[in-house]
């Protein structure tokens, strides 16, 4: 049972829904729409991630049910362009009362965005530069939707759906990011940018809510923030190391 929480990050394993998982000679069915997205019943990686993002999303309602913290916000990573379960990610964007939505936007983002991260060897220039690597953060966060929304912090052209997106100085030279060909280990490490970013931003919309009355409504309830809440550093920790979450 976890305490009442201002915010909370999630990064359940990608392996069974990132793009690249064509490249895997696993014998698995793929996510498609035969099997709803769902992926091979068979096949264990893809039963976890099921079951991690159907917990998640349990997290995220039992929060948001308790006293006061109707606000509670969240944010949940994995690739961008990758195969998710439809109908999971119809609750996850839905905040529909009859069937617990969580009401949550996706936010495209990459990380040479953010100037940070992994390092990669740039096409026919023979020296590092910092990575692509999409990524897609489903959240329920206005400040973030709002600064980083419709493709702000994503490398590329501009699109009718993500009209703010812009290029990096390494667009159209990134290798082929998470292939068989590169380092998938340390693609997932989160950018120390991105990190303090997003944990600025989350501490700034909870801020506010933590003096409305509906936050403490009754003393019985009242929680010493310092004892409630994580501040931006232990929020810092728990985002690079996803496991403890």
């Known amino acids: 049972s976890l305490p009442r929480l201002d915010a909370a ?18 014998g698995f069915e793929r996510r498609g729409p035969c099997n709803e997205y769902y992926g091979d019943k068979n096949d264990a990686a893809s039963s976890d991630f099921n079951q991690y993002l159907q917990k998640i999303m349990d997290i995220i309602r039992d929060q948001r049910s308790r006293l006061g913290n ?6 949940i990573e994995q690739p961008y362009g990758g195969s998710y379960p439809t109908d999971l990610i119809k609750i996850l964007e839905n905040d529909v009362p009859h069937r617990h939505g969580c009401g949550a936007t996706a936010v495209q983002i990459s990380y040479c965005k953010f100037l940070s991260g992994y390092l990669e060897k740039v096409h026919n220039l023979g020296k590092p530069a910092f990575c692509n690597k999409p990524t897609v953060l489903w959240m329920n966060c206005d400040s973030i939707i709002e600064a980083w929304g419709k493709g702000q912090r994503l490398c590329g052209l501009p699109k009718h759906e993500l009209p703010r997106c ?7 030279k990134h ?14 490490r989160f950018p120390h940018r ?21 936050t403490y409504a009754t003393s019985d309830q009242r ?10 550093e232990a929020f810092c920790h728990l985002m690079r190391n996803p496991a403890m979450l």
């Open 9 to 26: 990050h999630f990064s359940p394993p990608c392996t069974s829904t990132t793009s690249v998982r064509r490249y895997d000679l696993n």
């Open 70 to 75: 109707s606000g509670f916000v969240f944010t």
């Open 166 to 172: 812009n290029p990096c100085q390494w667009y159209g």
């Open 175 to 188: 290798t082929s990011q998470g292939s068989v060909k590169e380092n998938r280990h340390d693609t997932e």
């Open 194 to 214: 991105l990190v303090t970013a997003l944990a600025e931003l989350l501490e700034e919309s909870c801020g506010l809510r933590r003096c409305e009355q509906e």
């Open 223 to 232: 929680v010493p923030p310092s004892k409630d809440t994580h501040s931006v």
